[in-house]
C-alpha cells in the first residue's frame, strides 16, 4: 500500500487547489506534532503522573484536569515560535495568548480545546484535541479577542486529534475531509481515510439523557419519537450512544454515522448549552459540513452564528444531514 503523509497530502492540496500556503502547512504540522506529545503524554497515564486534577479551574469555572494544563502548553510552547500565527486563544485560558514580541509574527489565529472529554482522562477513555484555524483581520496591529470574534464560516481550517485505542487525525482546510493515523514506531501521520461523507440517514444517536427533564419541548418531541422505535412516527428502531467526549462521538459519526445533540437546557439559564462556540462547535462544525452532514444550533446554521465573546456557549445538533434537519424543524 502507497503510504501517504500528512506533509505530502497538504503539498498535494495546495498544488491542486491552492488552499493551503506554505504557512498554514507549517500550522497545521505544528499543531498535528503538538497532538503527538499529547498523545503521548496521554497514553503514559499513572506512570507519567497526569492524572487526577490541578488546584485550578479555568475561565469557564471547571476544575482543570492535570493532562487539561499539560496539553495547553504543549499547544502553546508549540505554536509560539513559528512565525505562522498572530495569536492564540484556548478553552482552558481566560484571555488570548499573543505571540510573544521575540519572536516573529504570522497571519493566522489559532484556537483550541487542548483536551476534550476531560471527565474521561482518568478512566482510560478516548480523549481528544479539537483545533481552528481564522485568518487575522487584515491591517490588525496588536491582536484582541475581538479579531477572533469571526463566523465559523470564515475557518481556514479546523481538525481533531481522537487519543483512543488509534491515535487519529481528522482535518479540513475546505476540501472534504482527510483522516490520518499516527504510526506509532514511526511517529508520522499516514492518511488512512479520503473525502469522508456521513451518511445522510441514521439510526443511532448521542445525547445525554440524564438531563430529559431539563429539556426544552422540541428536543423532548424528537427523542420521545426516536425512543418510540418501530411502534412510533418513525417506524424503525434507534440506538444509542454517549461517550461523553466529543470528539469520540464525532468520529463515530463520522465513521457510520449519527446524529450527535447537546442542546441547551432549563439547568442554568445563563448557559446557552454546554459546548463552546469557538473551540467546539466551530470546528466540528466544519468537518461535519465538508462531509455532507450538517449542524445547527436547533435555529440556524452554527457556522453563521457570529460570535459575541470568546467562550460563549452554544447548542449543538450536528452530523447525519437528515436527521440534523428534522430536530431543527422541530424548533421552528
Ligand atoms: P471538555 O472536556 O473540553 O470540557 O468538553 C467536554 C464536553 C464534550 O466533550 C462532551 O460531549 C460533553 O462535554 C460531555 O458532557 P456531559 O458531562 O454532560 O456528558
Ligand atoms: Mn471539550
Ligand atoms: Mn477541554
Not at 294 to 307: E, M, S, V
Request: proline share 6%; net charge negative; hydrophobic share 35%.
Amino acid at each position: 500500500m502507497k503510504r501517504i503523509s500528512l506533509t505530502q497530502h497538504l503539498i498535494e492540496e495546495q498544488r491542486l487547489h491552492n488552499t493551503i500556503p506554505a504557512e498554514l502547512r507549517l500550522l497545521i504540522e505544528v499543531v498535528s506534532r503538538a497532538c503527538k506529545t499529547i498523545s503521548h503524554a496521554v497514553g503514559k497515564g499513572a506512570l507519567g503522573e497526569v492524572l487526577g486534577t490541578t488546584e485550578t479551574e479555568n475561565v469557564q469555572g471547571e476544575v482543570q484536569k492535570k493532562l487539561d494544563v499539560i496539553s495547553n502548553d504543549i499547544l502553546l510552547q508549540a505554536n509560539e515560535w513559528g512565525g505562522h500565527l498572530a495569536a492564540m486563544a484556548s478553552e482552558e485560558m481566560e484571555t488570548i495568548h499573543p505571540i510573544p514580541n521575540r519572536y516573529p509574527k504570522g497571519e493566522y489565529l489559532l484556537l483550541f480545546d487542548p483536551l476534550d472529554g476531560s471527565s474521561n482522562i482518568d478512566v482510560n477513555v478516548s480523549i481528544g484535541t479539537i483545533f481552528s484555524v481564522l485568518k487575522a483581520p487584515e491591517g490588525m496591529s496588536r491582536p484582541t479577542e475581538k479579531d477572533f470574534l469571526q463566523p465559523g464560516t470564515k475557518q481556514v481550517a479546523a481538525g481533531y486529534a481522537v487519543y483512543g485505542p488509534q491515535t487519529v487525525l481528522v482535518i479540513t482546510t475546505g476540501n472534504g475531509v482527510q483522516v490520518f493515523t499516527l504510526d506509532r514506531e514511526m511517529g508520522s501521520w499516514v492518511m488512512t481515510g479520503r473525502d469522508i461523507q456521513i451518511p445522510e440517514d441514521t439510526k443511532e444517536y448521542a445525547i445525554n439523557a440524564s438531563n430529559a427533564r431539563h429539556w426544552q419541548p422540541p428536543v423532548t418531541r424528537y427523542i420521545d419519537e426516536l425512543q418510540a422505535g418501530t411502534s412510533g412516527p418513525r417506524g424503525k428502531d434507534f440506538n444509542m450512544r454517549w461517550i461523553a467526549s466529543m470528539v469520540a462521538d464525532v468520529h463515530r459519526i463520522l465513521n457510520r454515522g449519527g446524529i450527535f445533540m447537546y442542546p441547551a437546557d432549563a439547568r442554568d439559564p445563563g448557559k446557552p448549552g454546554k459546548l463552546r462556540l469557538m473551540y467546539e462547535a466551530n470546528p466540528m462544525s466544519f468537518i461535519v459540513e465538508q462531509a455532507g452532514g450538517a449542524a445547527t444550533n436547533g435555529k440556524q446554521r452554527i457556522l453563521d452564528i457570529i460570535p459575541q465573546t470568546l467562550h460563549q456557549r452554544v447548542p449543538v445538533f450536528l452530523g447525519s444531514k437528515n436527521e440534523v434537519e428534522r430536530v431543527t424543524g422541530y424548533h421552528a
